[in-house]
């Protein structure tokens, strides 16, 4: 099969994946990429060296672009991933949580935040192989969620237990057969202000 034919099973807005909402996972995502410390945060790796760390014990394996910034200059990173797993990674994602932005003081603040940023979003662009991917519209499961953020963060602010809302473009593939795949994925909002995207060269063991 030629890499332009391949067809790749997604899971939708529908669906629960491994018995949970799409949502819920997103917010895993969320949890697992703040709470773990910057100096091992494989958000901000750039070939691939952490990103068996702090991933979900079974089911899902989280990818990740990078937190946006206005530069296009992103990861290029190689993975290996047990065999069974779905791939879960946003292609745009946004989250605001209290101690990120002290001045949302709400539950329904930091909810409209993160819809206003998802609102302007320009670029929600996936490929897999060369076949282009569309993207998924989710909101976090519930709409607010508990996160600790690691005091070693990439936002540079005091860490602990907060609160945080998220919403965002995602990608959620059921299982690959066993190969090498090519990733690539690119989102920016703000009207283009910000960027985030990687790119994978990834092997399903």
Not at 131 to 160: C, H, M, Q, W, Y
Request: aromatic fraction near 12%; glycine fraction near 6%.
């Amino acid at each position: 099969m030629s890499l332009s034919n391949q067809t790749f099973e997604l899971f939708d807005n529908e669906s629960k994946p491994h018995s949970r909402s799409y949502g819920f996972w997103t917010t895993r995502w969320w949890v697992w990429a703040l709470s773990t410390p910057k100096k091992i945060n494989p958000v901000v790796d750039e070939d691939g060296k952490n990103w068996n760390i702090n991933q979900p014990s079974s089911n899902v394996w989280f990818l990740a672009g990078r937190f946006g910034r206005a530069d296009k200059k992103y990861p290029h990173r190689k993975v290996s991933v047990p065999n069974g797993r779905s791939l879960l990674f946003p292609v745009l994602n946004c989250e605001a949580n209290s101690l990120e932005y002290p001045d949302l003081t709400t539950n329904d603040d930091l909810i409209n935040h993160v819809i206003h940023d998802v609102n302007t979003v320009v670029k929600k662009d996936c490929y897999i192989n060369g076949v282009k991917i569309e993207p998924t519209r989710i909101a976090s499961d519930p709409a607010l969620f508990p996160v600790n953020i690691s005091d070693d963060n990439f936002f540079g602010i005091k860490g602990g237990k907060t609160t945080a809302a998220a919403d965002g473009y995602w990608v959620f593939l059921k299982s690959l057969p066993k190969g090498t795949y090519s990733i690539c994925f690119e989102g920016s909002c703000e009207f283009g202000i910000l960027n985030a995207g990687a790119d994978y060269d990834l092997k399903i063991i």
